[in-house]
């Protein structure tokens, strides 16, 4: 039993891993190789060859690409992430001082939008066709068709302008207690949830109701099971694997959210210095950040496969 | 499709399937429903304004502003003004016009090459068939976003290279989609018989597989659609898709957030227009006449 499942999680793996290395060409050949020559764009149109020369030995840009691009990896893998070209920093200070707060905030958000979901789901599934199906889809619909600043913007207009309950910007370098955390959280945590608990609820409505369809509840619902032990005792033990891949699909929505709320709220993490990074066109910080969405991606997207082999029964008890 | 090249065999020895029953467009029409007429309806608005917009307008909005920053929804502007008092309805259907039309540029763009290569992949030799397919699915390992971030820093932003980014981000869905279509068409008797009568893999991928798959290839058209403008305009939002002094909806939203502390129009009627022309592209695709409405998948 445990072979199948054993190698085709290996093979998994290994393809995300393979994943990661093919990204990392594509990454670095858009940022350092295809724009072409760094130096002349610093230097401008009028730089004497000379100095075009030296600086380009100083970047190490006289080395053909092939070779940049494996050191640019090892350097990379030992954790040698290179210096920020605006501010001259090293790129692993930035990054380490601005990766906790994203943390924290994918955290949060994950803590809330996943029972959330969750609930909202089954719920929807189960009582098809409701009053309550309706609304809760047709919301889902709406927030899943217009851009995560929308929802951003209006959250900021309800709970910071009209309501007054909540600050529109989040400072998380002065935190003292937990009030104060929990303002600063309120909003970005709001909207990515929203966007997230969409996303998350469409993906786990669609699987329950798949299950519900399958000829096996008709055989429970004859038996006469009550509806309840219907859903909890038989259709939901099936679903679980397609729902947990929802999950970790939903959750690698919030790697493009965290993009938009980080700007729009002014929260210092990660994808905000990404932003800032391509707004300034400094390489090694893009090349970086990317790096880490990118592998943050596919573990998502990995995991979300790798629920879904374990949770199979048919390959569990080949 | 009547041209001279079909040879009268096909119509005997492939009868593909029945051909729908022609019904009036008016008939078509109603299949849509309230719902997904009210999207044809706006769809239809904005596509209007993004065509025809500049030239319906009695006065440019790059003209010069007034002093009234931010002025709330009136006789004189509809929609209310921007952050440099200029008229807010103006903005908003000369923002259509990039909106849209880049949008609309890149989804057909995308649709195209994912089509054309989905055929080409069913069609040809396994091996054509593997390498297309692990190549574009290499690409959906990045996040769309990201992946437009990176475009940006590596090249700038302009039109032309929105146009393209947001085109190589939505291949690898059209593809897989056209693709595993394709593939099922491709395995039809029908096929084969063409096949046999020693066509070639042209008239295979454009007269046997393309008609069949055309349908819901559309109806994804617009899904991408929906993606592409959600994406250009977040890019814009960040500042970071069209470049000042034109303006997408985005951008005037950007541009506009000032007035967010006092619930000004011209950061929400931007935002609104967006809402609305995903919207109606949902509804009108969940309604079309004769399908269900189909599960929408990730990105």
Avoid at chain 1, 73 to 87: F, I, P, V
Avoid at chain 1, 242 to 248: E, K, R, S, T
Avoid at chain 2, 243 to 253: E, F, I, K, N, R
Avoid at chain 2, 271 to 288: E, G, K, Q, W
């Amino acid at each position: 039993m445990n072979q199948v499942i054993l190698k085709l999680l290996a093979q998994r793996i290994a393809l995300a891993l393979l994943s990661l290395l093919a990204v990392s060409v594509i990454v670095f050949s858009i940022t350092a190789v295809l724009p072409g020559d760094a130096a002349e764009e610093q230097l401008g149109q009028d730089a004497t060859p000379e100095a075009l020369a030296a600086l380009r030995t100083q970047m190490g840009l006289d080395v053909p690409a092939p070779k940049r691009y494996a050191q640019w990896l090892l350097g990379m893998a030992k954790g040698d992430l290179g210096r920020s070209a605006t501010t001259q920093m090293p790129v692993s200070e930035l990054v380490a001082s601005r990766l906790p707060n994203s943390l924290l905030l994918a955290a949060v958000t994950a803590l809330f939008s996943v029972p959330i979901a969750l609930a909202l789901g089954i719920a929807s599934a189960v009582w098809r066709g409701s009053w309550f199906d309706r609304a809760v889809s047709t919301s889902a619909v709406a927030v899943v068709s217009v851009p995560e600043f929308l929802v951003a913007t209006l959250a900021v207009l309800v709970f910071a302008v009209k309501l007054r309950w909540l600050p529109a910007l989040s400072f998380v370098s002065d935190i003292d207690s937990l009030g104060q955390m929990l303002q600063a959280f309120a909003m970005p945590v709001l909207v990515l949830c929203c966007v997230i608990v969409a996303q998350m609820m469409r993906m786990t409505r669609a699987a329950v109701i798949d299950q519900l369809e399958a000829p096996y509840i008709e055989m429970v619902r004859l038996k006469g099971a009550s509806p309840m032990r219907t859903v909890l005792a038989h259709a939901l033990p099936n679903a679980v694997g397609p729902i947990a891949n929802a999950v970790a699909l939903s959750l690698s929505y919030l790697l493009g959210g965290v993009i938009i709320v980080e700007t729009i709220f002014n929260y210092p993490g990660i994808a905000k210095l990404m932003v800032d990074g391509v707004s300034q066109r400094d390489m090694p910080l893009v090349q970086t950040c990317a790096m880490i969405f990118c592998g943050a991606y596919l573990i998502l997207v990995t995991a979300a496969d790798v629920c879904g082999i374990v949770a199979n029964p048919r390959l569990r008890h080949r | 499709m009547e041209s001279s090249t079909s040879s009268p065999a096909l119509n005997t020895a492939a009868p593909a399937l029945p051909p729908a029953p022609r019904r009036s467009p008016l008939r078509w029409l109603a299949g849509f429903g309230f719902t997904g007429l009210l999207g044809l309806a706006v769809l239809l608005f904005w596509l209007l304004a993004a065509a025809l917009g500049p030239w319906l307008l009695s006065h440019s909005s790059a003209g010069a502003g007034t002093s009234n920053v931010f002025a709330p929804i009136s006789a004189a502007h509809w929609l209310g003004t921007d952050y440099l008092g200029r008229d807010m309805l103006a903005l908003v259907i000369e923002g259509a016009r990039y909106t849209v039309g880049v949008a609309l540029l890149a989804t057909l763009l995308a649709s195209g090459t994912g089509t054309t290569l989905a055929l080409l992949a069913a069609a040809s030799g396994r091996w054509t068939d593997a390498t297309l397919s692990r190549c574009l699915d290499t690409l959906t390992a990045i996040p769309s976003k990201m992946f437009a971030l990176i475009m940006v820093a590596g090249f700038g932003s302009s039109v032309p290279m929105l146009v393209v980014t947001a085109a190589i981000i939505y291949v690898p869905g059209a593809f897989r989609i056209a693709r595993s279509l394709a593939v099922n068409i491709n395995a039809l008797d029908y096929v084969t018989v063409a096949r046999t009568r020693g066509e070639g893999t042209l008239y295979i991928m454009l007269r046997e597989i393309l008609p069949n798959i055309v349908g819901p290839m559309l109806a994804d058209l617009g899904l991408r659609f929906v993606y592409i403008v959600l994406l250009l305009a977040s890019l814009s939002f960040l500042g970071l898709g069209i470049q000042p002094p034109a303006a997408d909806w985005g951008s005037l939203v950007r541009e506009n957030i000032g007035a967010l502390a006092m619930g000004g129009a011209s950061v929400i009627v931007p935002a609104l227009a967006i809402a609305s022309l995903t919207i109606a592209v949902n509804l009108v695709i969940d309604n079309l006449p004769g399908r269900a409405a189909r599960e929408r998948g990730a990105r």
